[in-house]
C-alpha cells in the first residue's frame, strides 16, 4: 500500500519535529493520502529479498467505541534483511489481525507476525517462524543516503498485476517533510520512479544496494511522477533502537518558531548582520524545550549545525535541510546541544530528548479508543482518529488542534462524544455532541481519568456537567444523580454495552 497525498494548507507548521515550516500546510495524512501496496519479477539476485504481503485489518470504532470496527484487506511489499526478518512499512501492517507473506516466485503464504511498528517513521519489522520460508532468500545489502540525481530503482507489487514490478527512475529532491500515516515531519526522499499503491514496504535501490522503502506518492492529479522512500538514516535508526528490544519514537523539541528573515525582526533581538536563527515563541509543556528554552529565545545552532534565518542547516555541500533533521537520528532519552541568544546574551543549552508532547494527538493506531459512559453520555478523548481537524469538526476544536498547547490545567481535550437515548438524559438531543467539557460537579476536568472521580463526588443530588459551547446549547447539562445508578445499567444492556469505560480507565478510582 502506498499513501497518496495533496499538499494543503495548515497553521502547525512550527510544531518543532512534527509540522513543516511552510505557511498554510495542513495535516496531510488526512487529504486524499491513499494506501498502496505491490511487487515484481525477472533474473535480477535482488528478487531473491522481495517478499509480498497480505494483511487483514481492523479499524477501530471511534463514534462507537466499545464496538469492534469494521475488517479489511490490504496487501503490499516488502524485503528481506539480515537476522530472517522481513521489512516493510508501518502502514501496511497497522491495526493487523493477520498477516501472510509470500517470497517472490513462490506459490505458498506463510503466516507472519509484527515484531516491532513504527507509526512515527512508517516502518515495521515481520517474523515468520518456518524457517522454510527464507530458503533461497537473500537479504539486502544497505548503501547510503543518495544525492539529486542519482538513478534508483522500485521494487515492488503494485496494482495493475501480481507479478513483481521494477520501476526506475532519479532521485528529485531529499528534504523534510510528511510522512502521511503518522503526521511526523522527517526526512524522506522524492523520486520521479514510479511508485503506485502496492509498493508501500518495497525497496528502494541504488547500485544494487537498498537506500530505502517506498512509502508514498502525490496524487496524479496534482502532480505527476512524484513518489517518496523512507531514506537510509531513518530506517538504520529504526534497526538500532529496536536492538534494545523495543521502540519508543522519534524525540520532538516541543516548541512553535518563527523564521527570521527581517532585518528589523533580528536587530530587536539583538542580531548582528552575522547571526541567523529562528525565534521560538511558545514552548510545550513537559516537551524537551521545556525549562530549557524560553519564548523570544533565538536558537543560532543545534547539534553544531548553524540554523539560517529561514529554519534551514547547511546538510551536504551545496544542500540545505529543515534544522529538525538531527531529531530524526536521535533516540529519546539522548542529549541535544543547542546555542540560544537570550535577552541579547548567548548561551549553550543541553536538554534532553524526550517523545512528542500534543494536546491532541496525532493518528493513532494498533490502540483501542479510550472512554467513559455516564447516564448515556459518552466522553472520548479529541484526536486526530476522532472527529479529526476535517471541515464538518466544530470550528473550536480545529483551533485547539492546530494552536492547542498542553498545560497542567488542559492535558487532554475531553469531548461529550455524543448521547445515548434515555429518560434520564431527555431534553438533550442530537445537538449535544463533541462538545468540550470542563467541568464536572465543580472539579476541572483536565484529562479522561477525571470524570471518574467528579462523578463520584454529586453535587446537592444532581450532576452538573459545564460545557464549553454555551451559544447552541447552553452552558450546563443537568442530571439527576439519585436515578444515575439504574439508568447507567439500563443503559448499558439496552445498547448492549460491554463495560461503561475502556479498559485503560478501568484501574481509575475515585
Known amino acids: 500500500m502506498t499513501k497518496f497525498m495533496v499538499l494543503v494548507p495548515s497553521p502547525e507548521h512550527r510544531n518543532v519535529g512534527t509540522m513543516k515550516n511552510i505557511p498554510g500546510l495542513i495535516f496531510l495524512s488526512l487529504f486524499f493520502f491513499l494506501?498502496?501496496?505491490s511487487l515484481a519479477a525477472g533474473d535480477d539476485p535482488l528478487q531473491k529479498s522481495l517478499v509480498k504481503i497480505f494483511t487483514t485489518m481492523q479499524e477501530p470504532n471511534y463514534y462507537e467505541p466499545w464496538r469492534i470496527g469494521s475488517q479489511g484487506n490490504v496487501s503490499g511489499s516488502g524485503c528481506v534483511i539480515s537476522g530472517n526478518r522481513i521489512l516493510t512499512n508501518a502502514h501496511v501492517v497497522s491495526n493487523a489481525i493477520f498477516i501472510e507473506v509470500l517470497k517472490e516466485g513462490d506459490s505458498q503464504k506463510y503466516i507472519a507476525k509484527r515484531e516491532f511498528v513504527a507509526h512515527d517513521c512508517d516502518l515495521a519489522i515481520l517474523k515468520v517462524n518456518d524457517p522454510n520460508f527464507f530458503k533461497g532468500t537473500a537479504p539486502v545489502t544497505f548503501g547510503g543516503l543518495p544525492f539529486k540525481r542519482d538513478k534508483v530503482a522500485v521494487y515492488g507489487f503494485p496494482v495493475g498485476g501480481d507479478e513483481l514490478s521494477i520501476t526506475e527512475g532519479v532521485v528529485s529532491r531529499i528534504e523534510i517533510s510528511n510522512y502521511a500515516h503518522s503526521g511526523r515531519y522527517l526526512l524522506d526522499v522524492q523520486t520521479d520512479a514510479a511508485i503506485n499503491p502496492g509498493n508501500s514496504g518495497g525497496p528502494v535501490f541504488k547500485d544494487r544496494k537498498m537506500i530505502g522503502v517506498a512509502f508514498q506518492g502525490v496524487n496524479a492529479a496534482v502532480a505527476q511522477n512524484t513518489g517518496f522512500f523512507v531514506p537510509i538514516p531513518i530506517i538504520q535508526r529504526f534497526l538500532t533502537e529496536i536492538k534494545k528490544g523495543q521502540y519508543n519514537g522519534i524525540p520532538s523539541l516541543g516548541l512553535f518558531f518563527e523564521p527570521m528573515e527581517n532585518d528589523t525582526?533580528?536587530?530587536?533581538?539583538?542580531?548582528?548582520?552575522?547571526?541567523t536563527g529562528i525565534l521560538?515563541?511558545?514552548?510545550?509543556?513537559?516537551s524537551s524545550a521545556w525549562e530549557k528554552i524560553q519564548p523570544n529565545d533565538v536558537l543560532l545552532s543545534i547539534e553544531g549545525y548553524s540554523i539560517g534565518n529561514d529554519a534551514t542547516i547547511a546538510f551536504r555541500k551545496g544542500e540545505r535541510i529543515g534544522f529538525?533533521?538531527?531529531?530524526?537520528?536521535?533516540?529519546?532519552?539522548?542529549?541535544?546541544k543547542l546555542k540560544v541568544l537570550r535577552d541579547k546574551k548567548h548561551l549553550d543549552v543541553t536538554l534532553t530528548l524526550k517523545k512528542e508532547i500534543r494536546l491532541v494527538p496525532l493518528i493513532q493506531y494498533d490502540v483501542q479508543p479510550t472512554y467513559f459512559i455516564f447516564d448515556g453520555l459518552i466522553f472520548t478523548p479529541f484526536n486526530t482518529n476522532y472527529p479529526g481537524p476535517g471541515k464538518d469538526t466544530p470550528s473550536e476544536l480545529r483551533v485547539l488542534f492546530f494552536h492547542g498547547l498542553p498545560s497542567p490545567e488542559r492535558k487532554q481535550?475531553?469531548?461529550?462524544?455524543?448521547?445515548?437515548?434515555?429518560?434520564?438524559?431527555?431534553?438533550?438531543?442530537s445537538k449535544f455532541a463533541l462538545l468540550?467539557?470542563?467541568?464536572?460537579?465543580?472539579?476541572p476536568i483536565t484529562e479522561m481519568k477525571d470524570l471518574i472521580a467528579a462523578f463520584a463526588d454529586p453535587q446537592n443530588g444532581r450532576h452538573v456537567i459545564e460545557i464549553d459551547k454555551p451559544k447552541e446549547v447552553g452552558t450546563k447539562i443537568i442530571l439527576d444523580a439519585a436515578d444515575s445508578k439504574k439508568a447507567s445499567e439500563e443503559i448499558l444492556e439496552k445498547?448492549?454495552?460491554?463495560?461503561?469505560?475502556?479498559?485503560?480507565?478501568?484501574e481509575v478510582t475515585p
Not at 521560538?280 to 513537559?286: L, P, W
Not at 529538525?324 to 541535544?336: A, E, K
Not at 468540550?436 to 472539579?443: A, E, L, P, S, Y
Open 35 to 37: 494506501p498502496c501496496y
Open 413 to 429: 481535550v475531553v469531548l461529550l462524544n455524543h448521547i445515548l437515548s434515555h429518560k434520564i438524559n431527555k431534553g438533550y438531543d
Open 324 to 336: 529538525q533533521f538531527p531529531l530524526g537520528l536521535h533516540q529519546i532519552g539522548d542529549p541535544m
Open 495 to 506: 445498547y448492549d454495552i460491554p463495560a461503561d469505560r475502556s479498559d485503560d480507565l478501568k
Open 436 to 443: 468540550i467539557v470542563n467541568k464536572v460537579n465543580g472539579h
Open 280 to 286: 521560538a515563541t511558545k514552548v510545550f509543556y513537559q
Open 265 to 275: 525582526l533580528r536587530a530587536f533581538y539583538g542580531m548582528n548582520a552575522n547571526q
